[in-house]
C-alpha cells in the first residue's frame, strides 16, 4: 500500500509525531511520582527523555524539503529563477547568508551542480534525499549553521564529494 499511495509517508510521519507529543507529554508526569522502590526510575525516564529529542529531531528531518533536480537543457536559467545564487560558469549554487531555516522549495537544482554553499543560515537538519541525484557534487559548505541532526544516508549517494 505504500509503495502506491503517496501520502502514505506523510501519514506515518504524522503519526510518528504524534506519539512523540504524546510521550513528551508523558515523561514530566512519569519523572513526578517515581517508584519509590525502584532505583532506575529517574534514569529510565532520563533515557526516555533522550530517546524522544533523538526521534523528535528525525521526525523534523523526514518533514524537511527535497530540491527538485533538473537535467533539462535550460536548467540553469531554471535554478536562477530560485532564492539563491546560482553561477552557471562555475557550476555552483549560494544560499550564503539567506536566513534559511529549510531548503527553498522553489529552487530548482541542475543535476550537474558541482558546488553549494549553504553556510551562515538557521538549518538545523535536512532530509536524507536532500543531495540525491547529485552526482557531481564536490564541494558543500554547511557552515555556521544550527545542525543538530542529519540522516545517516544523507551523504550516501555523493561519491564526488571531497570538501564537507
Avoid at 6 to 35: I, K, N, S, W
Avoid at 75 to 98: A, I, K, N, T, V
Avoid at 138 to 155: A, G, I, K, R, V
Wanted: net charge negative.
Amino acid at each position: 500500500m505504500a509503495a502506491c499511495c503517496p501520502c502514505a509517508g506523510g501519514a506515518r510521519a504524522a503519526l510518528v509525531a504524534a506519539t512523540a507529543l504524546a510521550l513528551l507529554l508523558l515523561v514530566p508526569v512519569l519523572a513526578q511520582y517515581p517508584d519509590p522502590e525502584d532505583e532506575t526510575g529517574p534514569d529510565v525516564v532520563g533515557a526516555l527523555a533522550s530517546e524522544l529529542v533523538i526521534l523528535e529531531r528525525r521526525v523534523r528531518a523526514l518533514e524537511q524539503p527535497v530540491w527538485m533536480v533538473s537535467g533539462a537543457e535550460d536548467r540553469w536559467l531554471q535554478c536562477c529563477d530560485g532564492p539563491c545564487r546560482c553561477r552557471p560558469e562555475m557550476r555552483s549554487l549560494s544560499c550564503w547568508r539567506h536566513g534559511l531555516r529549510q531548503l527553498p522549495q522553489l529552487q530548482r537544482l541542475p543535476e550537474d551542480v558541482r558546488s553549494i554553499d549553504l553556510s551562515v543560515n538557521r538549518l538545523s537538519t535536512l532530509h536524507k534525499d536532500a543531495f540525491r541525484g547529485l552526482v557531481h557534487l564536490t564541494d558543500l559548505d554547511l557552515y555556521d549553521n544550527e545542525l543538530d541532526f542529519l540522516p545517516e544516508s544523507l551523504f550516501e549517494s555523493l561519491d564526488s564529494l571531497q570538501h564537507l
